[in-house]
């Protein structure tokens, strides 16, 4: 059996997304229609940039920062 495939995001795609999440103007659903994503990661991305700011999607640690 094959391994199922699990795509890669850049970190530039994820925030890109959470961002408009986050701001409101389109619902969840628009924007899994947009941007061909499930929900679920969706509220995932924006939950973590709410939290944790940019420095999530940045690819550096806190020590790069």
């Given at each position: 059996?094959?391994?199922p ?19 409101g ?15 679920n ?25």
């Amino acid at each position: 059996m094959s391994k199922p495939f699990t795509r890669k995001y850049s970190n530039e795609f994820k925030h890109k997304v959470a961002l408009a999440a986050i701001k409101g103007d389109k619902t969840v659903s628009e924007l899994v229609q947009e941007f061909r994503i499930g929900a679920n990661q969706i509220y995932l991305w924006k939950k973590q940039l709410e939290k944790e700011g940019l420095k999530i999607f940045s690819g550096k640690t806190e020590v790069d920062i």
